[in-house]
């Protein structure tokens, strides 16, 4: 009724988005608080925005090698496992449409490039239930992410762990255990 603003679906979903994302943070953050302690390594929690993650929550322990992401940073997540796990429940004709016609600039040397080796990646994490990084975003930080499913089996957000390579060596590194904390 005149000039002036009205109330759109941009803004209803700008809400909902900050209520998912407030319930996220208030369930997920126990977990990340138990898991960085426990394992000595930095936790995050984030959900996808187009081709970004953005980080919600952000665990560090008392160490010297924490992560330097930030609450509020926002990420390629074709180079990082948070980021990856996420595209994996996505079905491929919409990854690739995501991805159609753009540059998957490299982090790393170790970075995925090319939309076929990240569908490739994708397929392989959706498998294994978790995304793997070997030094993707960052040399000498590695990472594993596993999925959130919301109630109706729909990937919503992500929550990883983050340390040095060290930490996720297959010999004598905590790999294994990691996987297995992050799957539960």
């Not at 809400?15 to 990340?32: E, I, V």
């Not at 496992?81 to 004709?93: D, Q």
């Not at 159609?100 to 970075?111: I, K, R, S, W």
């Not at 930080?141 to 999925?147: E, G, K, R, T, Y």
Request: proline share 5%.
């Amino acid at each position: 009724y005149g000039p002036g603003y009205q109330i759109g679906p941009g803004l209803i979903g700008v809400a909902a988005q900050t209520f998912l994302s407030r319930d996220l943070n208030q369930t997920a953050l126990p977990y990340l608080i138990t898991l960085s302690e426990e394992f000595g390594l930095s936790t995050h929690l984030g959900i996808l925005e187009g081709r970004d993650v953005l980080y919600l929550l952000r665990q560090v322990p008392h160490v010297f090698r924490a992560s330097a992401v930030r609450v509020g940073s926002r990420l390629p997540a074709h180079a990082t496992s948070m980021g990856r796990i996420m595209l994996a429940y996505m079905p491929e004709a919409q990854l690739r449409a995501l991805y159609d016609g753009a540059d998957l600039e490299p982090a790393t040397e170790q970075t995925v490039t090319t939309l076929d080796d990240l569908v490739a990646e994708a397929r392989a994490a959706r498998q294994a239930g978790l995304a793997w990084s070997h030094s993707s975003y960052e040399e000498g930080v590695d990472s594993c992410a596993a999925p959130i499913f919301d109630h109706s089996g729909l990937v919503v957000a992500a929550i990883n762990m983050t340390g040095p390579e060290t930490a996720f060596a297959a010999q004598g590194g905590k790999r294994t255990r990691i996987g297995d904390a992050l799957r539960r």
